[in-house]
């Protein structure tokens, strides 16, 4: 797939994101009782995790992380990096149409958030500070991430 770089997260968040491969759809009610209450807090309900608290944060062992929500692949291990800012970081999605872009005022900045694209699960935000060539930094909670060795939820 081409690189994206911040033009391209801006033009998602402005007009449009690209169709995802396929669609999981849940009431709230049944993603309360497939979740932990941290998993359910942090991707159905925008939350933020402590900085450093997340099992990802530092490991960077080959593999893929998935949606903790619906388990499709959004990051690679090979494009993790140490930004020092206590959550997994990553310079680009597995795919273009993994993640959806939408432009996040709260907090007194904007910000662009970053959410699952087949399911919606808030994963995290993306910043124009991360390291070349794509320049990009997918700030992503641990909670909303699964090694895609784990198949089965840690309750
Ligand atoms: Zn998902």
């Known amino acids: 797939m081409k690189m994206l770089n911040w033009n391209d997260v801006i033009r998602f968040a402005n007009h449009g994101n690209p169709t995802p491969d396929r669609r999981v759809e849940k009431t709230d009610e049944e993603w309360k009782s497939l979740l932990t209450y941290e998993q359910y807090r942090i991707t159905r309900r925008k939350g933020t995790e402590a900085p450093f608290s997340g099992e990802h944060c ?39 149409n993994a993640i959806k872009y939408e432009k996040d005022g709260s907090f007194g900045m ?46």
């Open 110 to 155: 904007v910000r662009v958030e970053v959410m699952c694209n087949t399911c919606d699960a808030h994963l995290g935000h993306v910043f124009p500070d991360g390291p070349a060539p794509s320049g990009l930094r997918y700030c992503i909670n641990s909670v909303s991430l699964q090694k895609k060795e784990e198949t089965t939820h840690e309750k």
């Open 58 to 96: 530092s490991i960077y062992e080959p593999g893929l992380y998935t949606c903790t929500c619906c388990e499709t692949e959004l990051f690679d291990s090979g494009v993790k990096f140490n930004s020092g800012t206590g959550w997994p970081s990553f310079t680009q999605p597995v795919k273009e």
